[in-house]
């Protein structure tokens, strides 16, 4: 057995994460403000305690919680689609020349511009089926469901970090979890990793490891069964492209633990919802709303007390009337009593002017956060006619306002993804007859269909829609000849995302479809007794189509 490895007091993991912990107390205290008033459990402020369960505060105001969730689905379907590859692979144009070239040495009976069409074709085919396996490996692992609590971090505490190692589920941690410091360019150069480990589900190697080592500074006692052990992941910029890693557990070097990354293939992604200047930290949505959420609590807090006040039915008798309580105690339903009516009255709180003010504060800011959160009920207006065209621009202009977000998700989430599940489909590249020698950025390339080029997508159908409305209103029929309908099909296909691949006739088929048409018209003309000159009538016409006429 291996001797235990024990890094200094100074420069163990653990007193690293807590000495970055420590610096980044206000963005800690806005960020479980945040939480506390959207979703709790998402960023949880009590301290871990022994048996792993915690108690979140109950919010009178369930908006901040809808809110949240009802945009982190938007923006999932948005980035990440279900049932289509939100990314594009592409093939280097050299390569494709390459290949059509080897092509063109084996078999010259094609011309060479159908064989160059005929390899492009192929390989676009190969990169369809690549992408497919990509994405059914992203389904296959359940990735969703961590990608939509990532998402919900982003959006309450503007952070999120998200580790995918070969073969293994994706794995999401809030700010409570880690700690990243980023240089002057906001590339990533150290992220510290906090996780908790039962000693009795360890290895028999690395428990006996464990309990040779001298126990680790502030620790409680000696290490039992029951014991939760602490283990620490560091990532450390070792060079302008690699990375070096190495874990810790209860003051411990775990053995076979250090490795180098590229920087490409790093299985790290530290997410940020707004990049915010000279911060190693993003900034949430929520932090935004901070003042309306607090306002909108404290607003559905009162008109919770008052309601209560108001259902509290409490009967108040005179003490100098004639009426005796002792009487009233003992009467039952219709039994007579002594007494006047004048007597007996109800304790009334007679604040309802004042409610309706917090209750119309209230409906304002509860209309302002349904704007800020995309949710329905605020796309379509309140009227007696409200067509769908105008909930949809409507949409489409709140849907906007996003594209920020889906900038920096693409570059810092999309892309890493693809790349981290590309090296992990290598494995399969064997099997569909695809080189393992193929790298991305290099001879392939990738594109993000999804997010930000939905939105431009969408900009181009609505364009084009304008476009044939305008021609249709003029009523002009030279107008519509300019139009090129074919051309006008294929954009619009483009716009909606639809794989116009052999959906749209070429020229060809259409002339040949026009020909056979025509072929028919006139063996229907000619009838049954003129059917052995048909072929004769037939090429008359095609050779002299002006007589036809």
């Known amino acids: 057995m291996p001797e235990p490895t024990v890094p200094s007091s100074t420069g163990s993991l653990k007193a690293r994460f807590d000495a970055l912990h420590a610096r980044r107390f206000n963005l800690m205290r806005t960020a479980y403000e945040c939480a506390r008033y959207t979703i709790p459990s998402l960023l949880p402020e009590n301290p871990r305690n022994p048996s792993g369960s915690r108690e979140f505060q109950q919010n009178y105001s369930k908006l901040g919680a809808r809110g949240v969730n009802s945009l982190a689905s938007k923006v999932m379907l948005a980035v990440f689609p279900t049932n289509t590859p939100f990314f594009k692979l592409t093939a280097d144009e050299i390569i494709v020349q390459q290949i059509a070239a080897l092509e063109a040495e084996m078999s010259r009976q094609q011309p060479q511009s ?109 290490v039992t069964p029951e014991s939760e052990l602490e283990l620490y992941t560091g990532v450390e910029r070792e060079s302008a492209d690699v990375y070096r890693t190495h874990q810790e557990l209860a003051g411990v070097l775990v053995p076979g633990s250090e490795g180098k990354y590229k920087k490409d293939k790093l299985p790290y992604l530290v997410l940020r919802w707004n990049e915010v200047l000279d911060e190693d930290y993003g900034r949430g949505m929520i932090e935004d709303l901070l003042g309306d959420l607090r306002s909108l609590e404290n607003s559905a807090c009162t008109n919770d007390k008052i ?15 004639l009426t005796r309580l002792a009487d009233l105690n003992r009467a039952k339903d219709g039994e007579f009593v002594y007494g006047m009516a004048n007597d007996v009255t109800f304790l009334a709180v007679e604040k309802l002017n004042d409610l309706s003010v917090v209750s119309n504060n209230a409906r304002d800011i509860t209309a302002d956060l349904k704007a800020a959160f995309l949710m329905n009920s605020v796309v379509q207006r309140q009227g007696e006619r409200v067509t ?3 909930i949809r621009t409507v949409a489409a202009e709140l849907e906007e306002t996003l594209g920020g977000v889906y900038s920096m998700l693409s570059q810092d989430f999309q892309l890493p993804l693809v790349r981290l599940l590309y090296e992990e489909a290598k494995k399969e590249f064997d099997r569909l007859g695809v080189s393992k020698d193929l790298e991305l950025d290099k001879e392939l390339k990738i ?38 309908e074919a051309d006008l099909l294929k954009r619009f296909g483009a716009a909606l995302g639809v794989d116009m691949k052999g959906l749209v006739k070429t020229a060809e088929q259409m002339a040949a479809e026009r020909q056979a048409a025509q072929q028919a018209e006139l063996l229907q003309s000619v009838g049954a007794e003129g059917a052995k000159a048909a072929p004769a009538l037939i090429a008359n016409s095609l050779q002299n189509p002006e007589a036809n006429q």
């Open 114 to 222: 159908q064989q160059g069409a005929g390899i492009k074709a192929g390989v676009d085919e190969k990169l369809s089926i690549l992408e497919t396996v990509i994405m059914n490996l992203l389904e296959r692992q359940i990735s969703r469901t961590k990608i939509f609590e990532a998402i919900k971090l982003l959006i309450v505490t503007g952070n999120a970090l998200l580790r995918k190692l070969p073969g293994k589920r994706l794995k999401s941690y809030n700010l409570n979890s880690y700690v990243v410091r980023r240089d002057g360019e906001s590339e990533v150069i150290e992220i510290l990793i906090r996780e908790f480990r039962a000693f009795n589900t360890l290895e028999p190697e690395l428990q006996q490891l464990i309990q040779s080592a001298p126990p680790p500074p502030g620790s409680q006692g000696p």
């Open 447 to 484: 594109s993000i269909t999804a997010g930000l080029d939905a939105i431009g997508r969408g900009n181009d159908a609505q364009k084009l829609r304008a476009l044939i409305a305008f021609v249709a209103e003029s009523r002009s029929q030279t107008l519509m000849q300019y139009l090129n």
């Open 388 to 390: 769908a065209e105008e």
């Open 307 to 321: 309601t209560r006040a108001c259902g509290k039915i409490v009967p108040m008798v005179n003490p100098n009337g």
